[in-house]
């Protein structure tokens, strides 16, 4: 599969130090409509610089959900944080639940919390029910900040608990 990451006009590029591959497979084998796409490796050419032993992964094309992403084995010089994420749009609980249980499973339980979860590569996620964005755009200020107060005290979000808080 030729994922074409040209074709796309924005490609988020993730910062791997050595484990880009282990990272896409297990991403991939998460999101039921994905794939992986090429990889190019290193060579010996550059060593002195980037110290990566040739014929390791350089950089891996990867989709999900049909976003086009591209993995990059690169030196420990730069780590992820929660000041970018990945917002996953859940239509109902069941969705919450798995996606939630597979990116948590050996990530940092400390940075659970509102529905973000920071995996076990340090990728953060929002695994956000549809229901949500719903309750956030209404008009009525009292529904949004009961919801919001009940936001607040959960790390994997629960739609019925939001919908009760919202509906008073």
């Known amino acids: ?9 924005l490609t988020p ?18 999101f039921k409509n994905s794939s992986t796409g090429h990889i190019s490796r290193y060579g010996k050419e550059g060593f002195e610089f980037h110290g990566m032993p040739e014929g390791t992964v ?3 094309e990867f989709k999900l959900e049909g976003q086009s992403f591209l993995a990059l084995n690169g030196n420990p010089n730069f780590t992820f944080n929660e000041s970018i994420s990945f917002i996953i ?13 597979k990116l948590s499973e050996g990530g940092d339980p400390k940075s659970q919390v ?8 340090g990728v953060s996620w929002q695994v956000v029910p549809a ?3 719903k309750m956030m755009q209404s008009k009525e200020p009292e ?10 005290q959960m790390k994997k979000l629960d739609i ?9």
Do not use: P
């Not at 030729?2 to 074709?7: L, P, V």
């Not at 590029?13 to 998460?30: D, H, M, P, R």
């Open 131 to 133: 229901a949500l964005q």
């Open 58 to 60: 350089l950089t891996m």
């Open 160 to 168: 019925a608990q939001l919908e009760a808080a919202y509906n008073g």
């Open 89 to 101: 749009s859940c239509e109902n609980q069941e969705e919450v639940d798995y996606y939630w249980e």
């Open 1 to 9: 599969m030729n994922n074409k990451i040209h074709s796309q006009k």
């Open 114 to 121: 509102c529905g973000w979860l920071k995996d076990k590569f």
């Open 143 to 152: 529904k949004q900040g009961r919801m919001m107060g009940a936001l607040m």
């Open 13 to 30: 590029n993730l910062w791997f130090t050595t484990n880009a591959e282990e990272a896409v497979n297990f991403y991939v084998g998460i």
